[in-house]
């Protein structure tokens, strides 16, 4: 809960008269909504009138889901995620998707399931019988629309929030407290009673509440990612997409994107239309995805092949479909600003492709008319508020929720990196997260030399006496014979100092943490890890010496699960840590070798390495990278094939020829197991024939 003097004060700094303008375009929509969907006309609604899929999405006469997600955007937001939070649709193909409950029902018959339940949840609320909405489970597998329908005829009960995690994070902000299992609009509710039991909100509409606590207590993660996305084949869509104030990409053979639940579910309709036998098209999926769910205010950049920058934008409204469109179909509203226009000093290799994370430097940079300077490899830029990385705010959470986290992933995914990076935000070095390799690795060394973050590895032969106590030799006794002198180790050490300093977050990083018998390591301590016995004392097993966890300390493991997975860890120490999977990312090396496209083949090979061993062996990125950069020439691409990636692949497979053949296919033989032996410039159009098949879709 945020301290009650903070909250007052910050209501009281918040400007209201920021919200007039979106209250006035507000109550338009709600006045919209009940033109158009009456009330009293909801007993006799047809459902061609409320489902998406039925021809009727816009314009002058919009299908009711239609209208809740994109027309009315200021009454609430309720977008994201696929259309199955409208509990039934229908697919560009004809078929109907239905919530489970109406899983075996004609369309007709689940409609009127469906919109009974409704009109007993408006008749119940009208009646000031708010809680008897609970009964009507149907309801429970569409929260957010649902609650979103609440508040629109009947506003006063209800504030205009839906996102079940947001609910339940403004709930605790203010106080109070939230069943996890509580739906939407019980979590809305009790947001609502708490405002109107808090004298600074007196006399707030339910809108000014809505925009003072997304302004100033966003839930949302605090750095979005920053996408590049092409506006058609060399950017020969630019002018129509700038004069519509709007940026459009292809696959329109898909339809709705709002349909797809999953990107797995995504790539089954990519491989229908466009067959392929590499899997590379998941990554097209989830980029798709990405597409649909961008949010109001997250950053892009529309760009003409490798060296150009077309303008940036600022995303204005959500993603819709437009079937009566010519070509590119699938729309995203945008602010364009065409003053960041320009060339970039060097190629950016991951621009081949439709859509490609920037990074944060690098955007700053655009933003900062230093395209033309030359200077994107100096020092970053580094004006305005730093914040925290998407992955590194995930970390920091978990920290704070359960006290200890083992970040999981096969080898060279970047666990230690990003804990070292959580270590970085929590010593206040945020600002080194995005930096230059160089400035980052000295802030990371200056971290460690300040004593608050200590880093260990563990291996087979680690043990008690190293990490909490234990009688070692004393190499500074003089006298004959073996000295033996009680020394603490590495955690008590770490934990003496927290106790000293109770105002500061000590963090001790365990690299490798399933190489140790974690059971032998923390002996007696597993119970005090836990953060409601932070604080207990016990007597130390060795010394007897009273011993306690302070509440400032925190711990990060990383784990290989090539080595070991999840479910091999002791129980008792499994308990008491959260797991933050770290996988494969096929952003990380966006680029080309030759006619080789990285992502594309990174992504087949971990594809078939998952089909073929487990997702626990797929290769990292790290394999791919040389100084923090996609690997570039050919001479690299052999180098990291040959001497990394090939014997890592043989160690997994066990001396079994088939099954690295199955993984490999034509690059080794198929009997004997034995590496092709070509030129690198071979190896990588051998690679781009046995692992990419072409991106389906336009292109940068």
């Known amino acids: 809960m945020t301290d009650e003097t903070d909250l007052r004060a910050t209501a009281a700094e918040f400007d209201r008269s920021t919200a007039a303008e979106a209250e006035k375009a507000a109550e338009d929509e709600r006045k919209q909504v009940l033109s158009q969907f009456p009330l009293e006309e909801w007993a006799t609604l047809p459902l061609s009138r409320y489902a998406l899929g039925q021809d009727a999405r816009s314009g002058s006469d919009p299908a009711y889901c239609w209208l809740m997600e994109y027309g009315a955007p200021r009454l609430g937001s309720i977008k994201g995620g696929s259309s199955r939070k409208h509990i039934m649709f229908r697919y560009r193909s004809g078929e109907w998707w239905l919530a489970a409950p109406l899983r075996g029902m004609e369309p007709q018959e689940a409609w009127e399931e469906l919109r009974g339940q409704f009109l007993r949840a408006f008749e119940a609320v009208a009646a000031g019988d708010v809680e008897a909405v609970d009964d009507l489970e149907l309801l429970r597998s569409g929260q957010a629309l649902v609650t979103k329908s609440l508040a629109t005829y009947f506003p006063e009960h209800f504030l205009p929030i839906y996102a079940g995690e947001h609910l339940r994070r403004f709930v605790g902000l203010l106080g109070g407290s939230s069943q996890p299992d509580a739906p939407a609009w019980r979590n809305n509710r009790r947001l609502l009673e708490l405002v109107r039991s808090k004298p600074e909100f007196d006399g707030w509409s339910g809108q000014e509440v809505m925009h003072f606590l997304y302004e100033k207590f966003d839930p949302r ?94 995303v204005s409204g959500s993603y819709r479909f437009e079937a009566d469109h010519s070509e590119y179909q699938h729309v995203v509203p945008v602010a364009w600003d065409v003053s960041h226009a320009g060339k970039l000093s060097k190629p950016q290799h991951g621009w081949r492709s439709t859509f ?234 966006s680029g080309t070798v030759g006619p080789l496209e990285l992502a594309e083949f990174f992504e087949s090979l971990n594809t078939r390495i998952a089909r073929h061993l487990d997702a626990d062996h797929q290769i990292g990125h790290a394999y791919l990278l040389r100084d923090g950069e996609p690997i570039a020439t050919e001479n690299d691409l052999a180098a990291a094939f040959h001497h990394e990636v090939i014997p890592l692949l043989e160690d997994y497979c066990l001396g079994r020829a088939d099954l690295l053949h199955r993984i490999l296919g034509s690059l080794v033989d198929a009997d004997t197991g034995r590496p092709a032996l070509m030129s690198p410039q071979d190896l990588a159009a051998a690679l781009a024939t046995e692992f990419t098949s072409g991106t389906p879709g336009p292109d940068a």
């Open 356 to 589: 490609a994370k920037v990074p944060p430097t690098l955007f700053a940079r655009i933003t900062a008319g230093l395209t033309e300077s030359g200077t994107e490899s100096a020092e970053p830029f580094t004006d305005g508020p730093v914040t925290l990385p998407e992955d590194v705010a995930g970390v920091l959470e978990a920290l704070e929720r359960k006290g200890q986290v083992i970040l999981h992933g096969p080898p060279g995914t970047g666990k230690t990196r990003l804990a070292l990076g959580a270590a970085l935000a929590l010593a206040g070095r945020a600002d080194a997260l995005n930096s230059t390799p160089h400035r980052r690795a000295a802030a990371q060394t200056e971290m460690l030399r300040d004593g608050r973050i200590h880093m260990v590895t563990f291996h087979p032969s680690y043990g008690y006496e190293d990490f909490v106590e234990g009688f070692k030799p004393d190499l500074s006794a003089t006298g004959p014979g073996l000295t033996l002198a009680l020394t603490d180790g590495v955690f008590h050490s770490l934990c003496t100092q927290a106790t000293a300093r109770p105002d500061e977050t000590f963090l001790l990083i365990i690299d490798e943490i399933n190489r140790g018998d974690l059971p032998r390591i923390f002996g007696e301590l597993v119970t005090l890890l836990e953060l409601d016995k932070r604080g207990l004392p016990l007597a130390l097993s060795v010394s007897r010496r009273t011993f306690s966890v302070p509440p400032n300390v925190r711990i990060i493991g990383t784990m290989n699960t090539a080595d070991r997975s999840i479910s091999h860890l002791d129980a008792a120490v499994r308990r008491r840590f959260a797991f933050l999977p770290v996988g494969p990312d096929p952003d990380a090396v």
């Open 221 to 314: 993660p605090q750095q979005r990612t920053i996408w590049k996305i092409a506006p058609g084949e060399r950017g020969r869509l630019w002018d129509e997409c700038h004069d519509g104030g709007v940026i459009r990409v292809g696959w329109d053979e898909l339809g709705d994107l709002g349909q797809y639940q999953s990107d797995t579910e995504l790539k089954q309709a990519l491989d229908a239309h466009w067959p392929r036998g590499s899997g590379g098209s998941l990554r097209v999926a989830r980029r798709l995805l990405d597409f649909r769910d961008l949010e109001p205010g997250d950053r892009i950049v529309a760009n003409r092949g490798m060296e150009e920058v077309l303008a940036t934008g600022t």
